[in-house]
């Protein structure tokens, strides 16, 4: 199965997408991660991708969609894979539908204010890079990571102004995408309120159904 998972950041589509990939043994490529990986390692797209990512709006399609050409091209997505964050805009879709074929894209729906209090109370590791929440998955020691003793740190695209701006440049070049698969009728929709293994469950027999067909 070849999935795209969309959604605003934040809605959760990265943890389903952790799951699901695990559950049918298929890799979640998430264009956030491809993203951090090369601004970690300094590569040029890395670097180039970072001037719009700190400014709190999409990196341009080029930047991206060379990533994640590279990164399907890989052995591990011969027998399916998912998109988490990828594709943004229609034109990546297009993109995309020039290199692979697609399964089935889920979409997952939660509401602007949800949205702004998941993504603000997340602190990540300077060290090892794990993620907590202030009221959801707190450490044991305020601002200090369980694991390494690092200390945690909001990220630069996570403070509230930065998840507004999101969240609009998300309205308004991203949601043309759920009329674009739906054409396709491909399009799932998923309300992303509920428990994670409420959710998976509703997920898992959607995909099921797909991998029968």
Do not use: W
Not at 60 to 80: A, F, H, Y
Not at 171 to 199: C, F, G, R
Request: charged share 30%.
């Amino acid at each position: 199965m070849n999935l795209v998972f969309l959604g605003p950041p934040g809605a959760g589509k990265g943890t389903q997408a952790g799951l699901v990939s695990e559950y049918f043994d298929i890799p979640h490529i998430s264009s956030g991660d491809i993203f951090r990986k090369n601004i970690f390692t300094k590569t040029n797209l890395g670097k180039k991708a970072k001037e719009f990512i700190d400014k709190g709006v999409l990196v341009p399609d080029k930047i991206t969609n060379t990533m994640v050409k590279l990164r399907l091209e890989r052995n591990d997505c011969k027998d399916g894979f998912i998109l988490d964050g990828y594709p943004r805009t229609v034109a990546q879709a297009d993109f995309l539908s020039g290199i692979t074929d697609i399964s089935c894209v889920i979409n997952f729906i939660l509401s602007k204010e949800e949205i702004v209090k998941r993504i603000s109370g997340r602190r990540t590791c300077k060290k090892c890079r794990k993620v907590y929440h202030v009221e959801f998955n707190p450490p044991d020691q305020k601002s200090v990571c369980d694991e390494c003793a690092g200390e945690l740190i909001q990220r630069s695209d996570e403070s509230p102004e930065i998840i507004r701006k999101r969240l609009k440049e998300y309205k308004k070049k991203t949601a043309p995408l759920e009329n674009y698969y739906k054409k396709e009728d491909l399009l799932v929709e998923m309300d992303a309120s509920p428990s994670i293994n409420e959710i998976f469950n509703d997920v898992k027999k959607i995909l099921k159904k797909v991998s029968r067909l």
